[in-house]
């Protein structure tokens, strides 16, 4: 039985591949980016309020950060007790030309060993879990020139 | 700096004390018992230290515990209730981690506005073991709810993720941090309130299990059932009341950050953006220290000791940094100087710390003043900070939350 491949969180990434970006929204009065979006109203307490129109987020970063969890989390992470944990690693990632950091799981596979701050990494399609009949798609961050 | 001193600098302001009257607690631990038990302890153990009868307490400000249900969110109401109720004015807040402070901060404003002469501050937590999660159901359009969804992002990762940077930026090392935990299970050794009163070694730092790289399980403040409570008093009922010279409160800081809050706070997925508006030039940890020091009319050359809210080892260091204490990036060798050890030019966290109680969320803010007051008393026996006469707690929390009570003698 084939599975759904559906967003974890509706509407905060799309594309696939290289095309794939995550989505932000950007006010058309002040210019303000936001992540996780915001859709009816600016935050910028300077603004008068404008619209907001969804702006894909840059796809390359440099590291902020980064941290693993070596415990499993609780719900509503979702993992299978059954199975022992496996970690996963953490990277907060500053985009230049939003001038933000943005938190993400790193791509299957990368570990703190391979990380340091400043890298360049790039946000690809992931998966964070599968159940029945739904694959739960997200983004990951994965260092540039990393193979998938 | 003595009295006078203080009242030239902050003279203006000094109509703007309140006495603390009382203090107590109730150990931190894991008793297996309700918040309310440990509450009226702290409670009835700070009316006691007052010398003053609850029945003429006019006003109660309980902060909340969302562990506890229903009379965990009318706090006040449910301490009030358990110590017999006499009528008193009642209120009841919650603000994460900075419970506590806005409580004392709620109590204070009652008194200098002169709806009440003797208020009692009461915060008691019953901790869940583990991680602290999110509450129940489907809730996509909380944040709380999404970090641990989206990306299992638990309190430790964010300490993980600051940890790192400091070692990136400033050259920290795993061993600077050992040392913090280090210094402050030495002082909670001394505090019969502590949940934790063996000294640690960096080696049994080293060797605890890593929970979020690269902090290990000894870096990271546990989760502790406990309460705190306060008697806090105009100074003229002080006066009234054969307490000439008591401990005051001189500031209570309890301000939100600015936009764009450019350093990645719980539980946020990402930090706000700088690209249409300029961040301001200090952190939002950075103000809440700023604005006690401006409401107390004091400085960081002042402070004789600081309570900080060290959530990680890692964090005490960026605290005494956002506390003026040192300068940016000199954390780790402020703590090798010694200056923030028993004896230093100004411990820090004399009381223990979160690393010798854990943390019990609403209690946690109203303990940091417990200890300056019986520092400022002269009264904290063996960890006595000799010659305490101006004393800072600084703590945060999740959504924009913070605090910085300043306190003198
Ligand atoms: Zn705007």
């Known amino acids: 039985m084939s599975r759904t491949r559906t967003p974890v969180v509706a509407n905060w990434f799309t594309g696939e591949g290289e095309g794939f970006r995550l989505l932000g929204t950007r006010c058309s009065a002040c ?28 796809r390359r970063g440099l590291v902020w950060s980064y941290t693993d969890g070596r415990y499993r989390p609780p719900e509503p992470y ?43 990494v790039e946000v690809v399609p992931g998966v964070l879990h599968e159940d029945g009949e739904t694959t739960w798609t997200t983004w990951h961050w994965r260092p540039v020139g990393a193979s998938a | 700096m003595d009295d006078l001193a203080l009242a030239a600098r902050g003279g203006e302001r000094v109509t703007g004390e309140v006495a603390v009257l009382g203090a107590g607690m109730h150990p931190w631990g894991k008793w297996g018992r309700g918040f309310v038990e440990y509450g009226v302890v702290a409670a009835r153990a700070a009316l006691a230290d007052a010398g003053v009868d609850w029945r003429s307490v006019g006003s109660v400000v309980g902060a909340d515990t969302v562990r506890g249900g229903y009379p965990g969110y009318v706090a006040g109401a449910t301490f009030a209730r358990a110590l017999g109720w006499q009528g008193a004015r009642v209120s009841s807040v919650y603000a994460a981690c900075a419970s506590g402070a806005q409580a004392i901060s709620t109590a204070r404003t009652q008194i200098l506005a002169g709806m009440a002469d003797v208020v009692l501050v009461v915060g008691a937590d019953a901790a869940p073991k583990g991680f602290f999660r999110p509450a129940g159901g489907d809730r ?50 001394l ?153 230093g030019r100004v411990p820090v966290n004399s009381s223990g710390g979160l690393a010798s109680f854990g943390e019990a969320v609403p209690a946690q803010a109203i303990a940091q003043v417990c200890e300056l007051t ?12 000799s010659g305490a006469r101006v004393g800072v707690t600084a703590n945060q929390g999740l959504f924009g939350h913070g605090s910085s009570v300043i306190a003198v003698r």
Request: charged share 25%; net charge negative.
């Open chain 1, 31 to 58: 210019a303000a980016v936001f992540f996780p979006r915001e859709d009816v109203h600016c935050r910028n307490p300077g603004c008068g309020g404008g619209d907001l129109a969804e702006a894909p987020l840059s």
């Open chain 2, 140 to 189: 996509p359009d909380d944040p709380d709810w999404l970090r641990f969804r989206v990306l299992g992002a638990t309190n430790p990762a964010y300490f993980g993720l600051y940890a790192r940077r400091r070692m990136a930026v400033h050259g920290d090392t795993l061993e600077d941090f050992a040392q913090v935990k280090v210094k402050n299970a030495a002082s909670g050794a």
């Open chain 2, 374 to 385: 019986w520092q400022l008393r002269g009264a904290a026996g063996a960890r006595q900070v």
């Open chain 2, 191 to 343: 505090n019969e309130y502590a949940r934790y009163r063996k000294p640690v070694t960096a080696d049994e730092v080293a060797a605890s299990a890593v929970v979020a790289d690269p902090l290990r399980l000894l870096d990271i403040c546990a989760t502790s059932d406990g309460a705190a409570a306060l008697v806090l008093s105009s100074m003229e009922f002080a006066r009234r009341h054969g307490a000439p010279d008591p401990v005051r409160v001189r500031a209570v800081s309890t301000v939100t950050p600015t936009y764009p809050n450019t350093v990645l706070d719980l539980p946020d997925i990402a930090t706000d953006s700088a690209a249409a508006v300029a961040p301001a030039g200090r952190t939002f940890r950075a103000s809440i220290a700023r604005a006690a020091y401006e409401e107390a009319g004091i400085g960081p050359e002042d402070v004789s000791l600081a309570e900080v809210y060290d959530l990680s080892t890692a964090l005490e260091l960026q605290w005494y940094e956002d506390l003026g204490l040192c300068g940016e990036g000199e954390g780790a060798k402020l703590l090798h100087d010694g200056a923030t050890a028993p004896g």
């Open chain 1, 78 to 120: 979702v993992s299978d007790p059954e199975l022992p944990w496996r970690p996963y690693t953490l990277i907060a990632v500053e985009l230049e030309a939003e001038r933000m950091v943005v938190l993400g799981q790193a791509a299957p596979g990368v570990h703190v060993d391979d990380l340091e701050v400043g890298m360049e």
